[in-house]
């Protein structure tokens, strides 16, 4: 059974950066899809990002397209989601959830969360 852990959540004020991470414990990501989601306070949790890790096909939401990157280390134990050109809409508790070991289009494995805090 996989484990999830994010970290690399903090304060930034905006236009600044932030790169979260999300590390695998219990087995490799090589067969997952693994997506970041994000919930502010008051809203619904909302789709970030996702990579395909066997094919390394990536998605993003409209809202994120051009300042997001998501990738992954070689060795399919660490997601990363970089953030760039961050505003304070993104202002949020960041997860990281695993689709798989066979990509159903269900995320069945989540991580704690880390947040993310964009000053104005």
């Known amino acids: 059974q996989v484990q999830l852990v994010e970290s690399g959540g903090g304060l930034v004020q905006a236009g600044g950066s932030l790169r979260l991470s999300c590390k695998a414990s219990g087995r490799t990501l090589s067969s997952y899809a693994v997506g970041w989601f994000r919930q502010a306070p008051g809203k619904e949790r909302e789709f970030v990002a996702r990579i395909d890790l066997r094919g390394g096909n990536t998605y993003y939401a409209e809202s994120v397209k051009g300042r997001f990157t998501i990738s992954s280390d070689n060795d399919w134990n660490t997601v990363y989601l970089q953030m760039n050109s961050l505003k304070p809409e993104d202002t949020a508790v960041y997860y990281c959830?695993?689709?798989?070991?066979?990509?159903?289009?269900?995320?069945?494995?989540w991580g704690q969360g880390t947040q993310v805090t964009v000053s104005s």
């Open positions: 959830a695993a689709d798989g070991p066979i990509v159903s289009g269900r995320y069945n494995v």
